[in-house]
């Protein structure tokens, strides 16, 4: 059975940072494309960030220079280190893997976690 369990999530104030981590299990983690995307209120699902087995990764325009992905093999765990957030970062976080593309920003991801909630205020 896949799971992808996210944590890290909070609130903080503008310019604040968090930490998410995505713990993998079931399936090949070495072999897996995987991406953190957010959902923000009323909005779709957007890609932030991807990674692929060779550590190669790609960020969504807006999160360029503030966020950064990695991943410990070790421990079968992805991260999105988030700086300089913003009220507009503000969103459910989630975290996905076995992905049909590398780097894909798009939902192109068979499985996904459950969403932590992360809030930054003004």
């Known amino acids: 059975q896949v799971q992808l369990v996210e944590s890290g999530g909070g609130s903080v104030q503008a310019g604040g940072s968090l930490r998410l981590s995505c713990v993998v299990s079931?399936?090949?983690?070495?072999?897996?494309?995987m991406a953190w995307f957010r959902q923000a209120p009323g909005k779709e699902r957007e890609g932030v960030a991807a990674i692929d087995s060779d550590g190669n990764t790609r960020f969504e325009d807006s999160v360029k220079g503030r966020f950064f992905i990695s991943q410990d093999n070790a421990k079968n765990t992805l991260y999105l280190q988030m700086n300089s957030l913003q009220p507009e970062d503000t969103a459910v976080y989630y975290c996905?893997?076995?992905?049909?593309?590398?780097?894909?920003?798009?939902?192109?991801?068979?499985?996904w976690g459950q969403g932590t909630q992360v809030t930054v205020s003004s």
């Open positions: 079931g399936i090949n983690y070495r072999l897996s494309y």
């Open positions: 996905a893997a076995g992905g049909y593309l590398s780097l894909s920003l798009t939902r192109t991801y068979k499985y």
